[in-house]
């Protein structure tokens, strides 16, 4: 028997086995929607995607792996953990039955429920090369409705960053120092957006920071990664009525008081889109190998205020940071910190 021979019977002895292992109908890319978010009891949306690994399904919100706890038929159940406004961390369980292409259940934490949840297939994530459309963004948008996954898998290099960090002493907040393009865009305060025909302004609340997204069709500056930039340097274009933004030249930091590290050349896609119910959502993606396997992802949703609100007075003060070093002795050691303050 020819060497072709005996490939031709194994690619036909194997060829049932990896149909047999794509045949799962969870196996996708899904948007998420639960029904009660984490801060405001109000819908909240994020990605999910299910992948068929060596060992059995492998699931992914936000692009942290969740534990898939069993499967069975249409029947599907996984974990979900999630942090609170103060980043206390919450684990809830997601029960769920697909049926006419579409995942629904419910979700419990200690046995208890909290609401509805819903996956339907992520379509919009693919579309590409739409003739501009653009729409007026043009508002005040309220606090963001996100899911606020917990746990990420970081490189060797992210794992020590993190463990580095101390958010006592290193959280850029407790400084009075910009958070931040990531965390100030699903911190829990309003933004103004301000559309011109050239660039798109977005003024936030939180520390009066504001940032400009250039929709000329300009280039990333030469050297753009060594910009250093809290919000970094954002280019826009429409692909459809959606608003896709590219931002580079982040200056490496943290994207949340817990301390998720973020280096110099991360990229940062967001897709920003109007439903049919006039809310605003941003789909965020960080991509940051250097520390983290997989690409984070957020989704915020944002209700579009009155056009007469007032968007309140940020206060910020870092006397009582330093003067609360000082009392505790911890000066030195903050000095000796700098490369956790960039």
């Known amino acids: 028997m020819t060497d ?13 086995l990896a149909a047999c292992a794509q045949d799962s109908p969870f196996v996708g890319d899904w948007l998420l929607m639960l029904e009660q978010d984490n801060r ?14 060596a060992g059995g399904l492998e699931a992914f919100i936000d ?22 406004l103060p980043d206390a ?19 419990t934490e200690d046995g208890e429920n909290r609401g509805a949840w819903r996956a339907t297939p992520n379509e919009r994530r693919n579309i590409t090369g739409l003739p501009p459309e653009p729409i ?10 996100i899911l606020s996954k917990h746990e990420f898998e970081m490189t060797v290099v992210g794992r ?4 580095r960090y101390d958010p006592t002493i290193d959280d850029p907040i407790l400084r009075c120092v910009s958070d931040g393009l990531i965390r100030m865009s699903h911190g829990p305060f309003h933004i103004e957006v301000i559309s011109q025909p050239n660039k798109i302004i977005v003024l936030h609340e939180d520390l009066h920071e504001i940032r400009r997204i250039y929709t000329d069709g300009r280039d990333f500056p030469e050297g753009v990664e060594y910009s250093w930039l809290a919000m970094g340097y954002s280019i826009g274009r429409w692909e459809g009525s959606t608003l896709v933004v590219e931002s580079r030249g982040l200056k490496p930091s943290v994207w949340d008081a817990a301390g998720m590290p973020i280096s110099s050349g991360a990229v ?10 006039d809310e605003l959502h941003v789909e965020f993606s960080l991509e940051d190998p250097v520390n983290y396997h997989r690409p984070v992802e ?9 056009d007469d609100t007032e968007i309140p007075e940020y206060s910020c003060d870092p006397h009582a940071f330093y003067r609360s070093l000082m009392l505790e002795g911890r000066m030195e050691e903050y000095w000796s910190r700098g490369e956790n303050r960039l």
């Open 4 to 16: 072709r021979t005996n490939l031709s019977i194994m690619v036909l002895l194997l060829t049932p």
């Open 40 to 53: 405001y009891g109000r819908s909240a949306y994020g990605s999910l995607v299910i992948e068929q690994g």
């Open 63 to 84: 692009g942290g792996s969740v534990n898939v706890i069993e499967v069975d038929g249409s029947q599907i159940v996984f974990d979900f953990d999630w942090s609170d």
């Open 89 to 107: 961390r919450h684990l809830s369980i997601l029960e769920g039955t697909l049926a006419n292409g579409v995942i629904e259940g419910g979700v």
């Open 136 to 145: 007026d963004l043009t508002g005040i948008w309220g606090r963001p409705a």
């Open 160 to 163: 020590e960053a993190d463990e």
């Open 268 to 277: 940062v896609t967001e897709r920003w889109y109007l439903d049919d119910a």
């Open 298 to 306: 957020m989704h915020g949703v944002r209700r579009r205020m009155l």
